[in-house]
C-alpha cells in the first residue's frame, strides 16, 4: 500500500514507564489503532507516533518501589509496553521513548521558544515536598479533599469529580498517595505557562469544533472559566534539564513531566523522519493547513491535550530552531478521550491489585477477542464495565456464532464442494441485494470510524454479517448442491464476495483473524501486516522503536473482486469457543490478587 492521500497523524497518549498496562489502558488505545487501520486501508498517509512517559515522579516511584535506578525502570517497562502493544497489533510508524536526544532537543527547542515569545513567565509558588524522603512531592501524587465539591480523593492538579484544575495547597486536609504523610510546602521559584494570554484564542478554537465528543468539548471549556499560568517545571533531578539562564544550571529542577510528554508527539514525528531517510517528512503532517491530527486518550487527559498542548504549539508560532522555515504547527484537529472501564464494579487498581493484567490476559486469550470487547463494550461516551461473564458471551455469541460461524460455513461449503471461487450463473434478486448491502457498509462504516464512533462502526459490520449469515440459512447451498449445483455456485459465489468484504470491514478491528481469512480465501500479501521492533542508533546511544512496514499492505477499502477461479485454502476455525468455567476461574483469580 504506497504511501499517499490526506496526511493523517494519529496520537495516542504517551504511558507512564512506571508499571504494566491493565485493560483500563487498552480500552484508551484499541480505538487508535482501529482509526489508523481504516485509514490505511483508505489510501490515506497514516502518521502514528507515541511512546513511553518516562520522566518525572512516576518513574522516580517506582524505581524506589522496586530498588532500581530510574533508568532501570524506564528501560524495562518501555519493552513491557512495546511487547504488549505488538502483541496487541497496533499499527505504530514510531512508538519511541523521552529519553532520546531528540526528544529532549525538540522538548528544549520548545521551552526556549516559549520563553522567548513571553508564553513562559516566572512565578513563586509554594511547593508540596514529602516528608519522608525530602523529595519534591508532584501534584498528582497529592490527594485530600475538593474545596469547591467535597470530593475526598481529589488529586493535587485536578479534582476528577468535578472536573476543576487545583493546586495542591487548595486541598482539604491534603496527603501522600505514596506513604500517607502529610506534605511539606516550601516557597520556590519556577516557570509558568500563560494559560491565560491564550484563553480567549483557545476558547475560539474549542468552539469551532461541534464535532468533539461532548464530553471533551464541554470539560474543555469549562477548564477556561477559571484558567490561570501553570508551572511547566519541577524540583527534581530526573527529567529534561531546563534550557534558561538561572535554571539551566539547577541539577535539582526539570522540565514539568507533562508538558515533556505532550512535546513527544512532535519529537516522535521528527525521530520517524531521520529514521525513514527523509529529516524534513515530518514537515508534511506538522506544517500543512491540510493534515487532520485526532488524538486518543482517557478522560484524565483530555486537560493536557486540549489546553495545555494547543497553548505549546500558539506560543511556538512560526517556530525556532526545529520548526522554522515551515510556518506555524498544526493543532489538534479530532481529541477522541474515553471515560474509565472498570473491571467487575470495581475501578483499576495497579496498587491494590485489582484489574486484568494486558500482558496476563494475552497469555491466556487471543487479541482479536480482546480488541473486539474493547470497542463493542467500549466507555466511548460514559463509563462502562468489563466483566468475565461479559466477555465469554461476546466472545460466544456474537464473534464466533456470527462472524466466526458465517466465515466458517462459507469456506467449508465452498472448499468441500468447489475447492475454489465457483463460476455463477446470473445473479438472482436476493443475491444482488445482499452484494449491495454489505457493499454499502463501506460508507455508513467509514462514516462512524471518521466521526470516532467506534462502537457504532462494529455493531454495522457485525449487522452486515448477520444479514449475510440469513441469505445463506434461506438460500442452503449445502442442499442446493445436491439439486442445482449452478444455483448453489452462484450463492457460494455471491457468499465469498460477501465475506470478503467483510474482511475488510472487520479489519481495522479484527486484524489478527482478518487476515486469516483473506489467506483462506486464496489471497496473497499482507491485508494487515505484522509490527516490529527496529533499533535506532543515536551516536552510539540505541533503543528500539515498535514500527511496520506499512507500504506493502496490499488491504483496501472497497467492495470485493474476489474472482471466479481463485483456489480456496482448507477452512479452519477463527475463534475458540470459550467455557462457561473461565468466569469463576478468572474470578478466583482476581480474588487471589485482591483479597479486599
Known amino acids: 500500500m504506497a504511501r499517499g492521500g490526506k496526511k493523517i497523524l494519529v496520537a495516542p497518549a504517551w504511558p507512564y514507564a512506571a508499571g504494566f498496562r491493565h485493560l483500563g489502558h487498552a480500552a484508551a488505545y484499541v480505538p487508535f489503532d482501529v482509526f489508523a487501520r481504516y485509514h490505511r486501508l483508505r489510501g490515506n498517509d497514516v502518521l502514528a507516533v507515541s511512546g513511553t512517559d518516562e520522566h518525572g515522579t512516576p518513574v522516580m516511584v517506582a524505581a524506589d518501589r522496586e530498588g532500581k535506578s530510574y533508568r532501570e525502570v524506564a528501560d524495562f517497562y518501555n519493552r513491557a509496553h512495546r511487547d504488549d502493544f505488538r502483541r496487541l497489533g497496533f499499527t505504530y510508524d514510531c512508538f519511541t521513548r523521552t529519553t532520546t536526544r531528540n526528544h529532549e532537543r525538540v522538548t528544549q527547542d520548545i521551552f526556549k521558544t516559549l520563553y522567548d515569545h513571553g508564553a513562559i513567565v516566572e512565578q513563586t509558588q509554594l511547593v508540596s515536598f514529602s516528608a519522608t524522603t525530602g523529595h519534591t512531592l508532584p501534584d498528582r501524587y497529592i490527594e485530600g479533599t475538593c474545596p469547591i465539591c467535597g470530593y475526598p480523593e481529589a488529586r493535587g492538579d485536578q479534582c476528577d469529580n468535578c472536573g476543576n484544575q487545583l493546586d495542591p495547597t487548595d486541598l482539604i486536609d491534603p496527603r501522600s498517595k505514596i506513604d500517607g504523610s502529610t506534605p511539606e510546602f516550601r516557597e520556590t521559584k519556577h516557570l509558568f505557562l500563560d494559560l491565560p494570554r491564550f484563553a480567549h484564542e483557545l476558547r475560539g478554537w474549542i468552539q469551532g469544533h461541534d464535532a468533539w465528543r461532548p464530553n471533551v468539548r464541554n470539560f474543555s471549556l469549562g477548564l477556561l472559566e477559571d484558567v490561570r499560568a501553570r508551572p511547566i517545571t519541577r524540583d527534581l533531578d530526573w527529567g529534561v534539564r531546563i534550557p534558561i539562564p538561572g535554571y539551566a544550571e539547577d541539577p535539582n529542577k526539570r522540565i514539568y513531566v507533562w508538558f515533556d510528554a505532550v512535546i ?333
Do not use: C
Request: zero cysteines.
Open 264 to 596: 513527544g508527539y512532535l519529537s516522535a514525528s521528527i525521530e520517524w523522519a531521520a529514521v525513514s531517510g527523509d529529516p524534513d517528512a515530518w514537515r508534511e503532517w506538522w506544517q500543512s493547513e491540510d493534515a487532520l491530527h485526532a488524538y486518543f486518550q482517557g478522560k484524565d487527559n483530555i486537560v493536557f491535550h486540549t489546553v495545555i498542548w494547543p497553548t505549546i504549539l500558539l506560543g511556538y508560532g512560526g517556530g525556532g530552531e526545529v520548526g522554522g522555515r515551515g510556518g506555524p504547527l498544526h493543532l489538534p484537529d479530532d481529541v477522541f478521550a474515553t471515560e474509565y472501564l472498570t473491571v467487575e464494579s470495581k475501578q483499576f487498581s495497579s496498587s491494590r491489585s485489582h484489574g486484568i493484567l494486558v500482558r496476563d490476559f494475552l497469555d491466556r486469550y487471543d487479541p482479536d477477542p480482546l480488541r473486539y470487547y474493547l470497542i463493542a463494550a467500549s466507555p466511548e461516551t460514559q463509563d462502562a464495565d468489563f466483566t468475565w461473564a461479559d466477555f465469554v458471551r461476546r466472545n460466544n455469541d456474537e464473534l464466533l456464532a456470527n462472524w466466526g460461524n458465517l466465515v466458517n460455513r462459507t469456506l467449508t461449503n465452498a472448499h468441500r464442494n468447489f475447492g475454489a471461487v465457483p463460476e455463477p450463473a446470473e445473479l438472482a434478486p436476493a443475491d444482488q441485494a445482499v452484494l449491495d448491502g454489505v457493499d454499502g457498509g463501506f460508507d455508513t462504516v467509514a462514516a462512524h470510524l471518521e466521526a470516532g464512533r467506534f462502537r457504532a462502526a462494529l455493531g454495522e459490520t457485525m449487522r452486515l454479517a448477520t444479514t449475510v449469515n440469513q441469505y445463506i440459512s434461506d438460500q442452503a447451498p449445502w442442499a442446493l448442491v445436491k439439486s442445482d449445483r449452478a444455483r448453489a455456485a452462484t450463492v457460494l459465489y455471491a457468499s465469498l464476495r460477501a465475506v470478503d468484504s467483510l474482511k475488510t470491514l472487520f479489519t481495522p478491528f479484527l486484524p489478527y483473524t482478518s487476515q486469516q481469512v483473506h489467506e483462506l480465501l486464496g489471497y496473497e500479501g499482507w491485508l494487515a501486516g505484522p509490527v516490529e521492533f527496529q533499533e535506532v542508533d543515536e551516536d552510539g546511544d540505541t533503543h528500539e522503536i515498535l514500527t511496520g512496514d506499512y507500504e506493502t499492505w496490499v488491504g483496501s477499502w472497497a467492495p470485493s473482486d474476489l474472482p471466479p477461479g481463485q483456489a480456496l485454502r482448507e477452512p479452519r476455525p477463527l475463534f475458540r469457543k470459550l467455557d462457561d468455567s473461565i468466569v469463576e476461574e478468572e474470578l478466583a483469580r482476581m480474588r487471589a490478587a485482591d483479597p479486599a
